[in-house]
C-alpha cells in the first residue's frame, strides 16, 4: 500500500490560532492575580513568564494575519 500524505487542510488554522491568543491572554490575567498571593520570586517568575507570553502573543498575531490573508485569497 502506497503511503499518501492527507491534504492541507487550513480552513480552521485562524480560528485555532485566535483560540491560542485567548488562552493566553487569560493566562496572563490569572498570572498577575497571583502574583499578589506569592513571594518576591514568585513574582518575578510570573513576570518573566508573562513576558514570554506577551512575545508568543506578537508571533501568534502575525501567524493569524497571515492565515486570514491565506483564507481570504482562497474563498
Known sequence: MEWKPNPDD?????????????????????????MKFGNEQDRQNVLAKNERREEALEALQSELKDEQAFNDAND
Open 10 to 34: 487550513r480552513s480552521d488554522n485562524a480560528s485555532k490560532i485566535q483560540n491560542t491568543i485567548d488562552q493566553t491572554r487569560e493566562n496572563m490575567k490569572e498570572a498577575e492575580a497571583s
